[in-house]
């Protein structure tokens, strides 16, 4: 017996399969890249029944082996090249129970590549509900494989399934009395011969993709080549009498074992909802209503947790400073390394709060719905319905987002999309937004329900939605293409979120921004805590020599002020505080100092940084032990006038900055990535920080 197996999960989207991942793995797993692939590869452990070992592999959804983006792509990959890291010993097949027929269809595919299946019948509480019946055991014995009943939003079914699993057997399934050489006499036993292979489905899906396929040499591929040409081969037709054949089958398979009583009443309630929800008119309303809920929330349901995180780090400094020795490594320790850390931990009750409105929207039926209203709207702006969902997925994070720009078939589409998807305000923004907006905007309600701070926060998020949808509209006449697009989504039904999900979603998300965002942020604290603390000997030397003859003629209460005219002084004359005084007179039309100027620099590695690096500078300048990085920046005085740095007019001014600049290296190099081009990223990050400098100047020349 084998110590462990390879166990893949495939699927039609929306049926439940992510969801299954995740109870079945728990917290024991981890995402990455398929090899020389930016498409997330999400794989998890479990223990089966009889104790082995179990890798699960969650393989993106897909309605058929034929893919139509390159998602889908990556599923044929899987399966078809046993070579293939990823190869799964067995593949779970997940299928609605609500909509059987449909979801079958790529299992007879699977089945037919001769990997052992195990059907997952999931959803059959709701399949129920709706008066629909399906015979297990009688659907087992027609397709002769084991096939189980469960329902991953109530955890039903996972014990059979992994007993199910455990009795798995290596041998191939296959689709009775299907016979592929009907499709393509000839080619099928040609490419056999040619390859060394003895799947007659294998060489039919290799006739119509081997491209895709690493696994085959240069003459293999010319070898395929010349036998579709010679046998006149025509792909999209016999795919199209592929499907019928299946769909034909299908039928006489699910003949007895579906008995459907609800037909009439199953789509009533989603009916109703949907014209509700998705109406021209109060459809919008509803979608407005629920991002100032949302938003509302972050500020409102927020502010007790971060005061209580912001305390414990205040009070884990004044500790540090109370019981630590003086010296350099207390200093980096409590200014650099904690300050730093704090930065990015005191955001946490945000982050987790956005993700779970994210995650109940997506999971409840809702996201798709805003997309499917939003079509008309974005192909009058030059995009297509399939880029709301990068772009609403740019809420939570640019980079995945571009990744899903896959799924557009459209090269124009898709390049627009990915040009303008990082405008979106991400998550990594809120902690600027929030650490800026609780400085300057009062913390009250307006009409006795809706929070200001809150208010302020949405209108930040919809200016960056406006900018993204304004320079689509621009692209579509500077960038040329022949194609057109089309926009093909199924809705699903609506569903109770799944909380455990929901709380998954948090935990895992949060845990993400603390240990990615983190570890730049605190490598960022101490590199610049180093950088703020030294500067050139001789300059520090000047400053000690002035401030020693100074306090030769002063009491002690004034020997307390010069310290922090001192730490000031020296902050400026440090190497962080030289490379902010160079580039000051760029930025100083935009209302920032050389302070903000040393956070515009570090917060390209990512925009969090911004909270880290002012929690770092404003710990070096300051004496104040036990302030907070918020106190410590209210209070902090511009040289020259005396008012205060973080005015009203600075503060927007920096917000916008931060709406519309490229401010992260991920990003960047996610979009080369994706378009196989230096061209496009540079042209992003160019008119993006052009526009952010001319939005900043605008808005801080008007406010002040």
Known sequence: MAKHIKIALVGNPNTGKSTLFNLLTGLNQKIGNFPGI????????????????????????????????????????????????????????????????RNLLVY???????????????????????????DVNK??????????????????GLAALKDALSNATAIATQVHGADMNVLAPGAIDQVKHLLKIDNDYLALQILHQHEFLDVYTVEEHAGIEQIKASAGFESSRIQTEETISRYRYLGTVLT??????????????????????????????????????VFNSIFSWSSYPMDLIESAFVTLTELGHKYLPNGILTNLLLDGVVAGLGGVVIFIPQIAILFAFISILEDSGYMARVTFMMDKIMRKFGLSGKSVVPMIGSLACAVPSIMSARNIESWKDR?????????????????VYTLLISLVVPEKMVWGFINLQGLTLMGMYLISIVAAVFVAFIMKFLIKAKEKSYFIMELPVYRMPRWTNVLYTMYE?????????????????????????????????????????????KDSTQISTLERDRSAEKLENSYAGILGHVIEPAIKPLGFDWKIGIALITSFAAREAFVGTMATIY?????????????????????????????????????????FAMQCMS??????????????????????????????????????
Not at 673 to 698: D, G, N
Request: positive net charge; glycine residues 4%.
């Open 619 to 659: 710990s070096v300048d300051s004496d104040e032990e036990v302030a907070t990085i918020r106190n410590k920046m209210r209070s902090a005085r511009n040289s020259e006038t005396g008012l205060p740095v973080f005015t009203f007019a600075t503060a927007f001014s920096l917000m916008l900055f931060y709406a």
């Open 509 to 553: 998300k949060s845990k993400t921004f603390v240990f990615e965002a983190g570890k730049v942020i605190i490598a960022i604290s101490i590199i610049l805590w180093v950088l703020a603390s030294y500067g050139p000997p001789s300059r520090f030397k000047a400053i000690d020599d002035k401030y020693a003859a100074i306090e030769a003629q």
């Open 108 to 134: 007879t595919q699977v089945a037919d590549l001769g990997l052992p299946v195990i059907l997952a019948l999931n959803m059959t509480d709701m399949a129920k509900k709706e008066g629909i019946d399906v």
């Open 256 to 293: 007895g074992v579906v008995k459907d009583t609800g037909a009439e009443r199953k789509f009533i309630f989603s009916d109703k909802l949907d014209a509700v929800l998705t109406n021209k008119f109060w459809g919008f309303l509803i979608f407005i209503a629920i991002l100032f809920f």
């Open 38 to 101: 930016t498409v997330d590869k999400k794989i998890g452990y479990c223990t089966l029944a009889d104790s082995r070992q179990a890798e699960v592999v969650d393989l993106p959804g897909t309605y058929s082996l034929y893919p139509k983006s390159k998602d889908e792509r990556i599923v044929f990959q899987v399966l078809a090249d046993p070579k293939n890291p990823s190869h799964p010993d067995v593949v779970v097949l997940v299928a609605d129970a609500t909509n059987l027929r």
């Open 139 to 156: 659907l087992s014995e027609r397709l002769g494989i084991q096939v189980v009943a469960i329902s991953a939003r109530s955890n039903f």
């Open 415 to 431: 390049i627009i999309t990915i040009m303008v998807a990082p405008l979106v305000s991400c998550s990594a923004r809120l902690p």
């Open 667 to 704: 990003t960047v190099a996610i979009v080369y990535r994706e378009t196989k081009s230096w061209k496009w990223p540079v042209i992003q990050l160019v008119y993006m920080t052009v526009m952010a400098y001319i939005a900043s100047l605008i808005a801080y020349q008007l406010l002040k």
